[in-house]
């Protein structure tokens, strides 16, 4: 199985002037290895992708170590489809450990959850 790529998912993104929110705009591909066995007529993106895509963007962006010792409040509203477009908003909290994120579209949740870091 070839992956894609993460470099190619996200579409832009931008910090606040204090570098502690994150947000990214994608649009989800076509292709995406996630999709094979899940499901073949109707695929969509695995809650444990959205989940590793978060603590991913969340090192990477926030300098922070991949040590998670929790996800706390964890929920999937609505599924991902390819083409879907979606914007994860990540809120980085250095002081209590933490990272909330949340995709959506406008007013609609997909999923959303919050990172408790060791």
Known sequence: M???RWTTLPIEQRR???GLELV???QIPEHLAYFRGHFTQTPIVP???LTHWAIRTS???FDQAPHVA???NLKFHHVLTPHDEV???LQHNPEA???RFRYAQGERTYASGRINWR
Do not use: M
Request: charged share 10%; proline share 0%.
């Open 87 to 89: 914007t994860l908003t």
């Open 2 to 4: 070839t992956a894609v």
């Open 24 to 26: 990214c705009h994608w």
């Open 70 to 72: 929790s996800i706390a």
């Open 97 to 99: 450990g933490s990272t």
């Open 59 to 61: 090192c990477e962006h």
């Open 16 to 18: 606040s002037e204090h």
């Open 47 to 49: 809650g444990v992708a």
